[in-house]
């Protein structure tokens, strides 16, 4: 059987009576109790009529419930879309309208699918419809192929329009198990994930390594760094994006005794600096291990396990995956030469949901995806990227695709034009700022995310604004956002 949740499932019962999920308040689900709660949801999804194949969009905040939602809905053959929060209603409405789901499960009741929200209890709740159907048997888990859909995460894309990478049972799996064998899970690890589950890190990376191995996880509804130093000494990995560490730097009780449980820190969804990473092993005495993936890959390469991780590198390629640098045309270049990253390997997704033009467009011939990040290897096959094409901004490990956002600003009234751009910032790695060309009286911030607080979510919006007379263009009349990047990088060293 090919059904991801099949393997899991096979995982749960070697560990029935371990702790699965564990709470900040000292309660935790056994083994025994999630697979017993994620039949009890597939009861009521599958009697709802979630059918193979079909999509399921959730909109809900990280729980134990919503992780086992998710397992349910691979249990029962359907397709899990998972959206951020943070999306206003507007956001939501365009993907609901694209996946065309038979379910949403959210926060608000919608008149264009049949929704339900994750309440304790209450009309259109899906917990009280649980207690509701216990009378029914709990199905099966459902044989799927290995090409059949899991999963679709929407990915902004530079012309506004979001687009839904397709990740296979295969494609979940296989990342799944090469990451457990890449960063030696053992039986006795305790995972800390204080991640969101709406996002491939928090998801289809930490939690699939513990859940494939039935070892627990402290889990965390998000992140709060005194919190999440107090219990590292219950655990023994921990995954964060960087401004997880740069945040844990402040903490007075950081030191080499705070994190001597801790087999290995690992570090992804945006560019860890050396500053960072030289930090934490002078703070620490550990080294964290980065490692770089995305929603269409989830994991391509990593900084290894054993031996040296190098700052300023994501490592080699896992097993069974490979990338090279090439040109536009897909040629491979030399080692030290800067070129576009492709990867291909069972990790790559299927495509995008109803944008067969754009997958061909990205997914060449030979199978290898064309990533759109800039990169070089050096002479020992160590993937370094040196810079993301299409100008993407990662803002506290979230991409933030500048178009979408300058598409609303360019509405305001006293807009003329805008740039939006990302420079660094010591907490969010990156900050998004927008730069505007006002039609008379200068733009304020306050203004511009008046405007934008039920169109766009929160971490797309600008921290800062700039007002300047013109934006320096190219011969071809293009702005040019270097120029702006390398002109604004100490905006936030100067506030």
Same mark, same amino acid.
């Given at each position: 059987?090919? /059904?991801?949740?099949?393997?899991?499932?096979?995982?749960?019962?070697?560990?029935?009576?371990?702790?699965?999920?564990?709470?900040?308040?000292?309660?935790?689900?056994?083994?025994?109790?999630?697979?017993? $709660?994620?039949? %009890?949801?597939?009861?009521?999804? &599958?009697?709802?009529?979630?059918?193979?194949?079909?999509?399921?969009?959730?909109?809900?905040?990280?729980?134990?419930?919503?992780?086992?939602?998710?397992?349910?809905?691979?249990?029962?053959?359907?397709?899990?879309?998972?959206?951020?929060?943070?999306?206003?209603?507007? %956001?939501?409405?365009?993907?609901?309208?694209?996946?065309?789901?038979?379910?949403?499960?959210?926060? @608000?009741?919608?008149?264009?699918?049949?929704?339900?929200?994750?309440?304790?209890?209450?009309?259109?709740?899906?917990?009280?419809?649980?207690?509701?159907?216990?009378?029914?048997?709990?199905?099966?888990?459902?044989?799927?192929?290995?090409?059949?859909?899991?999963?679709?995460?929407?990915?902004?894309?530079?012309?506004?329009?979001?687009?839904? &990478?397709?990740?296979?049972?295969?494609?979940?799996?296989?990342?799944?198990?090469?990451?457990?064998?890449?960063?030696?899970?053992?039986?006795?690890?305790?995972?800390? @994930?204080?991640?969101?589950?709406?996002?491939?890190?928090?998801?289809?990376?930490?939690?699939?390594?513990?859940?494939?191995?039935?070892?627990?996880?402290?889990?965390?509804?998000?992140?709060?760094? &005194?919190?999440?130093?107090?219990?590292?000494?219950?655990?023994?990995?921990?995954?964060?994006?960087?401004?997880?560490?740069?945040?844990?730097?402040?903490?007075?009780?950081?030191?080499?005794?705070?994190?001597?449980?801790?087999?290995?820190?690992?570090?992804?969804?945006?560019?860890?600096?050396?500053?960072?990473? @030289?930090?934490?092993?002078?703070?620490?005495?550990?080294?964290?291990?980065?490692?770089?993936?995305?929603?269409?890959?989830?994991? /391509?390469?990593?900084?290894?396990?054993?031996?040296?991780?190098?700052?300023?590198?994501?490592?080699?390629?896992?097993?069974?995956?490979?990338?090279?640098?090439?040109? &536009?045309?897909?040629?491979?270049?030399?080692?030290?030469?800067?070129?576009?990253?492709?990867?291909?390997?069972?990790?790559?997704?299927?495509?995008?949901?109803?944008?067969?033009?754009?997958?061909?467009?990205?997914?060449?011939?030979?199978?290898?995806?064309?990533?759109?990040?800039?990169?070089?290897?050096?002479?020992?096959?160590?993937?370094?990227?040196?810079? $993301?094409?299409?100008?993407?901004?990662?803002?506290?490990?979230? @991409?933030?695709?500048?178009? %979408?956002?300058?598409?609303?600003?360019?509405?305001?009234?006293?807009?003329?034009?805008?740039?939006?751009?990302?420079?660094?910032?010591?907490?969010?790695?990156?900050?998004?700022?927008?730069?505007?060309?006002?039609?008379?009286?200068?733009?304020?911030?306050?203004?511009?995310?008046?405007?934008?607080?039920?169109?766009?979510?929160?971490?797309?919006?600008?921290?800062?604004?700039?007002?300047?007379?013109?934006?320096?263009?190219?011969?071809?009349?293009?702005?040019?956002? /270097?120029?702006?990047?390398?002109?604004?990088?100490?905006?936030?060293?100067?506030?």
């Amino acid at each position: 059987m090919s /059904n991801f949740y099949h393997t899991l499932e096979n995982s749960f019962v070697t560990n029935l009576s371990g702790d699965a999920l564990r709470f900040a308040n000292g309660t935790a689900w056994s083994y025994q109790h999630l697979h017993e $709660r994620v039949g %009890e949801i597939a009861r009521v999804l &599958a009697a709802q009529g979630l059918k193979p194949a079909d999509r399921l969009v959730v909109q809900v905040e990280k729980s134990a419930e919503n992780l086992a939602l998710y397992l349910a809905c691979l249990k029962v053959g359907g397709v899990y879309v998972p959206l951020n929060t943070a999306y206003t209603e507007a %956001e939501v409405d365009y993907f609901v309208q694209d996946a065309n789901p038979t379910l949403f499960v959210g926060q @608000n009741q919608r008149t264009d699918v049949k929704t339900f929200t994750m309440d304790e209890r209450g009309q259109g709740s899906l917990l009280e419809c649980v207690a509701a159907h216990s009378d029914l048997p709990v199905p099966t888990t459902v044989i799927r192929q290995p090409v059949d859909l899991a999963a679709i995460l929407y990915t902004s894309g530079t012309t506004g329009r979001s687009k839904g &990478a397709m990740l296979s049972h295969a494609n979940l799996a296989s990342n799944a198990i090469n990451l457990s064998t890449c960063w030696g899970w053992q039986k006795d690890d305790v995972l800390l @994930n204080a991640l969101p589950i709406f996002h491939v890190h928090g998801l289809f990376i930490a939690s699939h390594c513990a859940l494939l191995n039935a070892t627990p996880m402290i889990f965390l509804p998000k992140f709060d760094a &005194a919190q999440v130093l107090e219990l590292l000494p219950q655990a023994t990995v921990l995954m964060g994006v960087p401004t997880f560490y740069t945040r844990l730097l402040l903490q007075a009780g950081l030191n080499h005794a705070s994190v001597a449980s801790i087999r290995v820190f690992i570090c992804g969804s945006a560019p860890l600096t050396e500053q960072t990473f @030289n930090a934490w092993e002078a703070a620490t005495g550990q080294r964290i291990l980065e490692r770089y993936g995305m929603s269409e890959t989830i994991i /391509n390469t990593s900084n290894p396990l054993e031996g040296e991780r190098v700052a300023g590198t994501v490592g080699f390629a896992l097993p069974a995956q490979e990338f090279r640098i090439a040109d &536009a045309d897909g040629a491979p270049l030399q080692n030290g030469e800067i070129g576009t990253i492709e990867v291909r390997g069972p990790n790559v997704f299927q495509g995008y949901w109803q944008m067969p033009e754009k997958t061909a467009e990205e997914i060449r011939r030979d199978g290898f995806f064309i990533t759109g990040d800039l990169g070089t290897t050096d002479d020992d096959g160590r993937l370094s990227i040196v810079g $993301r094409a299409k100008d993407l901004v990662i803002s506290g490990g979230y @991409n933030v695709y500048p178009k %979408e956002v300058e598409g609303v600003i360019d509405k305001i009234p006293g807009v003329t034009e805008s740039a939006v751009i990302g420079v660094p910032h010591a907490d969010f790695g990156e900050a998004v700022v927008a730069i505007i060309v006002p039609s008379a009286e200068e733009v304020s911030i306050e203004s511009i995310q008046e405007y934008l607080s039920d169109k766009l979510a929160r971490f797309k919006q600008p921290k800062v604004t700039v007002n300047v007379d013109t934006l320096p263009r190219n011969t071809m009349g293009k702005v040019q956002k /270097n120029v702006l990047r390398d002109r604004y990088a100490g905006l936030f060293s100067e506030l």
